[in-house]
């Protein structure tokens, strides 16, 4: 399993910004993904999860309302979409998408199996 994350940036606070997880391998659509980010001096923590059927969502409460999680299923893998909205200073940290080898998400880092390289988001207010 590879995953390409992408989409990070500079954005004003109030801005938006779509980032994209791009999963190979066709067995990635049996397994749940998740987005975690860390900010500098912070721990990795949890922001959304989706189920592998993708019917099943999850939000930390510091994103809920602002932030979408999303995945499109293609024959060669997954890919998953983070829609975030409202951005606030606060958000700013390397975003970075895994995989679980389970259908449902968790909240916890350490049950997610693969990893990407992450993208920075930074927001400015």
């Known amino acids: 399993v590879q995953l390409q994350a992408s989409g990070g940036g500079l954005v004003r606070a109030g801005g938006s910004l779509r980032l994209s997880c791009a999963a190979s391998g066709w067995i990635v659509n049996d397994y749940a993904m998740g987005w975690f980010r860390q900010a500098p001096g912070k721990d990795r923590e949890f922001v959304t999860s989706i189920s592998s059927s993708g019917r099943n969502t999850a939000y930390a409460d510091s994103v809920k309302g602002r932030f979408t999680i999303s995945r499109d299923r293609e024959n060669t893998g997954s890919t998953v979409y983070l829609q975030m909205s409202s951005l606030e200073p606060e958000d700013t940290a390397v975003y970075y998408c895994?995989?679980?080898?389970?259908?449902?998400?968790?909240?916890?880092?350490?049950?997610?199996?693969?990893w990407g390289q992450g993208t920075l988001v930074t927001v400015s207010s």
């Open positions: 895994a995989v679980r080898v389970w259908r449902l998400g968790s909240r916890k880092p350490e049950d997610y199996d693969y």
